[in-house]
């Protein structure tokens, strides 16, 4: 079983604050990764896509990858109550599907 | 944009009914799931596709079965519906090795 770990919180943080979301998987084959945002009762959104290590940005979001340690992480930075959302990790192989994990959920608080 | 439809938001069903679930993307995507997200166990595959006529059992597909006659449809079928199949229903789409497009849902409730 190709395991995707992610705290499922919730993580509460102040409106302003830096959120941190991490995630941990156990397929080394895992070549790229993908973060899916979701509020209640919607389908996923894709926010962020990384596949090489160390960071990308945009905008307010940085995605960190790091496959020697094999976790992945998303930062938000200047969270805002409509950052509130079930955060997904998702790893892929060379497979077809997506691996998501449980998702952690976030909530901003003013 | 790409676009994922699926054919109701909500649908309520009686125990034993047969019940057709159908999505359409419209961007010629190659690869189409079906997921079936719970309360603390998340998105879990049901089924997918990845070519007309073609199919692959994801990690739940007993009582459940698929159809893809189009490319740009899939369908997912309960043969017998249960009260253990109610649940939020997810259609996806992607090419091969990019991000997955979801549809916004079917509720269903079997009753």
């Known amino acids: 079983q190709k395991e995707v770990e992610q705290n499922s919180g919730p993580l509460s943080v102040p409106e302003g604050a830096i959120a941190s979301l991490n995630c941990t998987y156990s397929d080394r084959g895992s070549q790229s990764f993908f973060w899916y945002r979701q509020y209640s009762g919607k389908s996923p959104e894709l926010i962020m896509f990384?596949?090489?290590?160390g960071d990308k940005e945009d905008g307010r979001f940085t995605a960190q990858l790091n496959k020697a340690s094999q976790y992945v992480s998303l930062l938000i930075r200047d969270s805002q109550p409509s950052d509130s959302a079930t955060y997904l990790c998702a790893p892929h192989n060379s497979g077809y599907a997506l691996n998501f994990g449980k998702g952690t959920s976030l909530l901003v608080t003013p | 944009d790409v676009k994922v439809t699926q054919s109701s938001r909500y649908l309520v069903k009686r125990t034993g009914e047969k019940v057709f679930l159908e999505c359409v993307q419209d961007?010629?995507?190659?690869?189409m799931f079906w997921y079936r997200q719970d309360p603390g166990l998340g998105l879990r595959l049901i089924y997918f596709s990845y070519d007309v006529k073609m199919k692959e059992k994801g990690d739940i597909p007993e009582g459940y079965s698929v159809s893809r006659e189009k490319k740009e449809r899939f369908s997912l079928i309960l043969e017998s519906a249960s009260t253990n199949q109610t649940s939020m229903y997810l259609c996806a789409s992607s090419l091969r090795g990019y991000e997955q497009y979801f549809g916004p849902g079917t509720r269903l409730t079997v009753t």
């Open positions: 961007m010629d995507h190659e690869n």
């Open positions: 990384i596949y090489s290590n």
